[in-house]
């Protein structure tokens, strides 16, 4: 069973489309992410929600933004996708933050990663 | 710029057979930790085991162990008694101050 739970599993979406990917931890985590993965690639940081922060990869398009509506839950809505953006969108948590683009947070580093199921989007 | 190098996409094992994933990192940081995560297919990415740079003695999780060479920044997972269940995509990442890279992974088979 996983500790980070992500709905839904399968999304497939227009490009016109408005949806949601959610996701929600009960560790008491402070920091949640979003990744996006390609097949056969290692995942790509999109978004980093920590300390009440929001650490955004610039290269992110902004038809993907995230919200954190309280510290379990991180939601990434989606608007106007393009089939290349079709993926395995990954959640994950950890105790303390990690970030990518620079900027500690605090931490004494080792933040280990909790990942959920993913969520599989195909956007037509 | 830190980077990690996998450089085996594929491998593949016989079942009971021990097998060794490389992993290499170029960094000019000397504190920092390594991870192998380990994601099934169709199954959620998990920790498979990590190490502190600091520490010299090599970390182990059970069938798991590393061979960590810091001053050949090399960082490599061996499998022991390899089991169908060990069939997975590895990942060798790094995390200096926050900040997490992932290396491309290694495709492991087990061959019944």
């Known amino acids: 069973d996983t500790e980070v739970t992500q709905t839904p599993k399968h999304l497939v979406m227009g490009m016109t489309n408005k949806k949601s990917l959610k996701c929600e931890q009960h560790m008491g985590h402070r920091a949640m992410y979003w990744y996006k993965q390609k097949a056969k690639k290692p995942p790509e940081l999109m978004f980093v929600y920590s300390y009440e922060k929001l650490s955004i990869n610039e290269s992110v398009p902004s038809r993907f933004s995230p919200e954190c509506p309280n510290s379990s839950l991180l939601n990434l809505h989606l608007h106007a996708l393009q089939p290349e953006d079709s993926a395995l969108y990954l959640c994950?948590?950890?105790?303390?933050?990690?970030?990518?683009?620079?900027?500690?947070?605090?931490?004494?580093?080792?933040?280990?990663?909790?990942f959920g199921a993913g969520s599989r989007l195909t956007v037509l | 710029a830190q980077t990690v190098t996998q450089s085996q996409p594929e491998m593949s094992v016989q079942e009971a057979e021990t097998v060794t994933l490389s992993c290499t990192y170029d960094?000019?940081?000397?504190?920092?930790?390594l991870f192998w995560y380990k994601q099934p297919p169709s199954r959620q990415m998990i920790l498979v085991i990590r190490?502190?740079?600091?520490?010299?003695q090599n970390a182990t999780e059970n069938r798991f162990s590393v061979n960590f060479q810091k001053a050949a920044k090399s960082f490599s997972l061996k499998i022991s008694d390899s089991q169908l269940g060990d069939a997975a995509m590895y990942f060798c990442?790094?995390?200096?101050?926050?900040?997490?890279?992932f290396g491309k992974g290694t495709r492991l088979h087990i061959l019944p």
């Open positions: 990442a790094y995390d200096r101050d926050d900040k997490i890279i």
């Open positions: 190490q502190e740079a600091y520490k010299q």
């Open positions: 960094t000019s940081e000397s504190d920092y930790y």
């Open positions: 994950a948590s950890s105790q303390d933050a990690a970030l990518p683009w620079g900027g500690a947070s605090g931490s004494s580093g080792a933040n280990v990663l909790t």
